[in-house]
């Protein structure tokens, strides 16, 4: 099959070269044809070399790398790279584990496949679109996800309004893409819980935070527990689980506690020791007490961009810093950072100098990140995005 053709300008092949799936738009010489948004493109060097294909799209990032060989793009070349992450899935004991019907299949550039998110709840695929490639080709990815996950698959939900370049025009649209099924109780690690994938934030839940949970448990046993941030409450009833004492839940959106007290009740039903407030962060830390000893702050992004760093960074020193004030001796903070752009030194930096600010002795028990199933592509360090530090204040 042709495709056009994008040529580069000298010596701008070296990252492709490198394997990294991003071509700029200031990398390219000249286009042949006029590629719409989302089609395939093959991508030559200024010696007219083919090095790359992928999808184009109008923006910075102007292609998005799909294969560094020259193919045809049709449902086997989807299949192949969706059994390819399957297969993954399966390795790692996450895809065909009893206790755990809930994993991410597709993670983007980590999976080769820029521009796709695909998560799985028990019976039901959310996939979602970042890129007007993926949109185009969202029902040939539809049909071979049903073909690679034989049986295993009955619905596939189609969430990208959110997620794509709204410059670009697409019109998309949510909704079912096969089945149609409304049951959403799925099960991580023997909790189960619901997800709303219809008006929830990302795919409906956060999956990247799974085994932070699962180690937030362990240390949960007699503690007064304070989740903030804690949309569907993921992490209050891991610390249920895990013995504590009492568990505080708050978000600003009255919505999320709703859902974060079913996901209690599905789990421990009747328990007293679960309270939920639907109020903002920084006011509740305010006017909250020292009665917690093992403190989450897991926020959402606070940038989202570069250009939003400085502010990102003024706001994690300042949440951290009410933690540290707060928190009882000897208690411990598992605190995050989910913004790309803040890179590991960034956000422990805005953690220390909250720490000092706060006056408190503070060491580091654990540094976090995302998942396996959440895996960074060697040669694209930016999909690393999830930032963790479990700390103990004296």
Known sequence: ????????????????????????????????????????????????????????????????????LE?????????????????LRKRIGLADNPTNNTFRLVHGEGDNLPGLIIDIYDKTAVMQAHSAGMHVYR???????????????????????????YKADLGPENGF?????PENIAIEYGLKFYVDWLKGQKTGFFVDQRENRALLEKYAKDRNVLNMFCYTGGFSFY????????????DSSAKAVDLTNKNVELNFPGDPRHTAYAEDAFKYLDRMGDQYDLIILDPPAFAKHKDAL?????????????????????GILFTFSCSQVVTKDN?????????????RSVRILHQLTQPADHPVNIYHPEGEYL????????
Do not use: C
């Open 71 to 87: 193919e045809d793009v049709n449902k086997d070349f989807w299949k192949r790279k969706l059994a390819i992450a399957y297969d």
């Open 310 to 330: 400085r502010n990102a960074l003024q706001g994690y020193r300042k949440l951290n810093a009410k933690a540290f004030e707060k928190i009882k001796p000897g």
């Open 239 to 250: 610390a249920m689980r895990g013995g504590a004492k009492l568990v505080h839940s708050v």
């Open 177 to 181: 893409l096969k089945g149609g099924s």
């Open 139 to 165: 029902m040939e990815l539809a049909e071979a996800l049903s073909e690679v996950m034989e049986g295993r698959i009955e619905n596939i939900y189609y969430k990208s309004e959110t997620t794509l370049p």
């Open 347 to 359: 956000f422990r930096t805005a953690v220390f100098t909250a720490a000092a600010m706060a006056g």
């Open 387 to 394: 930032k963790g530090l479990v700390l103990y204040v004296e």
């Open 1 to 68: 099959m042709s495709y056009k053709k994008v040529y580069l300008k000298p010596g701008k092949e070296e990252s492709l070269k490198r394997f990294h799936p991003w071509v700029f738009s200031g990398a390219i010489h000249r286009i042949e044809g006029e590629p719409e948004e989302g089609e395939v493109v093959n991508v030559y060097t200024s010696k007219n070399e083919f090095i790359a294909m992928g999808h184009f799209q109008i923006g910075s990032i102007a292609v998005r790398v799909i294969s560094f």
